[in-house]
């Protein structure tokens, strides 16, 4: 098992660019979900793909989206990037389509718009 | 009112000392995460339960469904259990694909 891996681990963007995060879900699973985590917060659940389909999709503007590969890794694309977007992106990946046993997370990407 | 609370906010304490975390929630749930997250970011999945009591060595889970209420205890704490803890009920029906995070409960234990 090589866990749930996210690229890049920090990142730096302009307010009005674009970003492509990354997530490599753990060996076996076919569900990602994305979560952003601002600072001294919980995370909020972005949305979630399950078998490459979006299945579940929290309170986000749709300048928030995704992708889910056949591979089953995944991507969240933020366009026309705000400050307030500044904040850690988590991805946890599991199996079935709902967090369950063994939902792991990925270690963040940092995001800081500037 | 946060769909999600949890109590105390910050926790000190000594090593040794039996730690409780408590969460409560607002929303119909299908299972309760506790989560447990370092400095830096990286979480940690510690429990998954949707009744009774479940415990991984110095760690123990329960919930109440009927009162919507979970706790986290710590036994013997040591300092290397410092982190945030968090409570993440998941919703039920249509929305069991959706974690609710509570702001979480910072856990410092001294030597």
């Known amino acids: 098992e090589t866990g749930v891996t996210q690229s890049p681990t920090h990142l730096i963007k302009t307010r009005g660019q674009q970003v492509t995060l990354r997530c490599s879900s753990q060996?076996?699973?076919?569900?990602v979900s994305w979560y952003q985590q601002a600072l001294g917060q919980g995370p909020q659940f972005i949305f979630q793909?399950?078998?490459?389909?979006?299945?579940g999709r929290g309170n986000f503007p749709p300048r928030f989206s995704g992708l889910q590969f056949p591979n089953y890794s995944s991507e969240l694309n933020v366009n026309a990037l705000e400050l307030d977007d500044s904040a850690l992106y988590l991805c946890?990946?599991?199996?079935?389509?709902?967090?369950?046993?063994?939902?792991?997370f990925g270690s963040g990407t940092r995001l800081t718009v500037v | 009112k946060n769909e999600v609370e949890q109590s105390p906010q910050n926790l000190t304490a000594q090593e040794g000392e039996f730690i409780t975390i408590n969460c409560s929630y607002s929303?119909?749930?299908?299972?309760l995460h506790w989560l447990q997250q370092h400095p830096g970011g990286g979480i940690v999945s510690l429990f998954m339960?949707?009744?009774g009591k479940k415990k991984h060595g110095r760690l123990i889970a329960t919930i109440n469904i009927q009162e919507k209420h979970s706790s986290l205890h710590i036994t013997a704490s040591h300092p290397r259990d410092s982190a945030v803890y968090i409570c993440?009920?998941?919703?039920?029906?249509?929305?069991?694909?959706?974690?609710?995070f509570g702001k979480g409960t910072l856990l410092t234990v001294n030597p």
């Open positions: 946890a990946s599991s199996l079935g389509g709902t967090p369950g046993p063994g939902y792991t």
């Open positions: 060996s076996g699973h076919n569900t």
């Open positions: 793909y399950y078998r490459e389909e979006e299945n």
């Open positions: 929303v119909g749930i299908s299972a």
């Open positions: 339960l949707s009744s």
């Open positions: 993440a009920p998941q919703g039920s029906g249509g929305s069991n694909y959706k974690l609710t």
